[in-house]
């Protein structure tokens, strides 16, 4: 299994309509070859960030999803106006070790 986790910081107040996007997002991620899971977190100490963690089966249907047209599509309904702040988008890769 292949986990990505892209964190971000939304920097104006449009951080809960990001979260309202999120509720309804498209759902095109499930169509991709590989794609198992996603979770949506934002941790209780900061409400602006956001930790987007996605399963799949291997690292390269992470990949080829992210730089598919499909990966944009995905992303048509970011709030208008959100500004994140700067340097606060990480995108990380992890296997899993245990449960
Ligand atoms: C950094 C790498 C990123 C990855 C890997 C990623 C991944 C994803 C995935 C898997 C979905 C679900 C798509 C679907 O349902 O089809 C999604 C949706 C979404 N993403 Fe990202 N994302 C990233 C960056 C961002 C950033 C920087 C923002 C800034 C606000 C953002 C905002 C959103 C929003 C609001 C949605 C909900 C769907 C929509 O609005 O159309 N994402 N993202």
Do not use: C, Q
């Amino acid at each position: 299994m292949f986990i990505s986790l892209s964190t971000f910081t939304v920097a104006n107040d449009t951080h809960e309509l990001v979260k309202e996007a999120f509720r309804n997002r498209p759902r095109l991620v499930e169509e991709a070859p590989g794609f198992l899971r996603l979770e949506v977190l934002s941790p209780e100490d900061n409400p602006r960030e956001i930790w987007l963690k996605t399963y799949w089966t291997d690292e390269e249907s992470f990949k080829t999803w992210y730089k598919s047209h499909h990966y944009h599509d995905s992303h048509h309904g970011i709030p208008k106006g959100t500004k994140l702040v700067p340097g606060s988008v990480s995108v990380r890769y992890f296997r899993l070790v245990g449960e």
